[in-house]
C-alpha cells in the first residue's frame, strides 16, 4: 500500500451533496471518445474513461444499490467531488449511507515477462471516517492498489501508477476496480477514472556486432582447417 496522508472529511460538510442520485442515464453514442493512453507501450484497456456509459461493452459492472457504479453528473450527480476527471462519465463507488458493494472489471491480456504499469486517477471527495471503507485494484483477485476513505491525498484527484508486471502472466486476465462501504456512521465515495494498463514487451536479446564478426572468422577458420586437412 502507498504511503498516505490522513485527509479529514467530514461527510456532513455544508453545501456538499455526497449521497448520489438513484437514476440512470444511458449512453447510445456507438463511437464513444477513447480514454488517453498512459504512455508508450501496448495499451491493454478498452474504455478507460468509461465513455461509453452505461451499459458498457467493455466493462462488467456491478453495484447492490444502483446496478452499476458508472456515472455521469446528470444521472448521479457529483458526490461533493470533482465528477469525471476527463470526458463525462467516471466510476463512482459508495454514495448511499446503507452497505454498498460495486466493481468493474474487463478482461486483459499481457505478456508474461512484459513490464505493465496500471495508472488510473482517483478521488476521495466524501469520507465516513469508520476506517474500513476502501476501494481496490486488482487482477485476477490479488490487491494491486487498495486505499482506505481516510487515504490520502485524494482530495481532488490524483494519478496513482503502479507497476504490476509481477502480476502479469502471459493468459487472459481479469482486471477489476472494487469497493465495499457501510454507509455508516456517513457516505464515504471514491471516483475513479481515466484507467490504463501499458505493458511494452521484455527485449529479445540480440548478438552484438563484434560477437557475429568473431563467429564468422571462427567458421572460416574451420572451414579452411577441414579443407587443408582434406588436401594434404
Known amino acids: 500500500m502507498v504511503a498516505v496522508v490522513v485527509v479529514v472529511l467530514l461527510a456532513g460538510s455544508a453545501g456538499f451533496a455526497q449521497e448520489r442520485q438513484g437514476g440512470r442515464v444511458f449512453n447510445n453514442d456507438p463511437n464513444p471518445a477513447p480514454a488517453e493512453p498512459g504512455g508508450v507501450g501496448t495499451e491493454l484497456v478498452t474504455d478507460g474513461g468509461f465513455e461509453a456509459g452505461t451499459p458498457n461493452p467493455n466493462w462488467t459492472e456491478a453495484s447492490i444499490n444502483f446496478g452499476t457504479p458508472i456515472c455521469d453528473v446528470g444521472s448521479c450527480g457529483t458526490g461533493g467531488g470533482t ?54 485494484a ?40 472494487n469497493s465495499s462501504t457501510s454507509g455508516t456512521p456517513a457516505i464515504s465515495n471514491f471516483f475513479v477514472d481515466d484507467v490504463s494498463l501499458i505493458c511494452d514487451a521484455a527485449p529479445v ?26 588436401l594434404g
Do not use: H, K
Not at 94 to 112: D, L, R, Y
Not at 150 to 163: A, I, L, N, Q, R
Not at 205 to 230: E, F, K, Y
Open 138 to 177: 486488482e487482477i485476477d483477485g490479488g490487491t494491486v492498489f487498495e486505499a482506505f476513505e481516510s487515504d490520502g491525498p485524494y482530495v481532488g484527484y490524483t494519478e496513482v501508477t503502479v507497476d504490476i508486471s509481477a502480476a502479469i502472466d502471459g493468459t487472459n486476465q481479469t482486471l477489476s476496480f
Open 205 to 230: 536479446p540480440t548478438v552484438p556486432t563484434w560477437a557475429l564478426s568473431v563467429l564468422i572468422i571462427a567458421l572460416l577458420s574451420g572451414g579452411l582447417l577441414i579443407t587443408r586437412l582434406r
Open 83 to 136: 465528477g469525471p476527471n476527463s470526458g463525462s462519465w467516471w466510476v463512482w463507488f459508495g454514495g448511499v449511507s446503507a452497505p454498498e458493494t460495486g466493481s468493474v472489471s474487463q478482461t486483459i491480456a499481457g505478456g508474461a515477462n512484459d513490464t505493465c504499469v496500471l495508472s488510473f486517477w482517483l478521488e476521495i471527495p466524501a469520507a465516513s471516517g469508520n476506517g474500513i471503507d476502501f476501494m481496490d
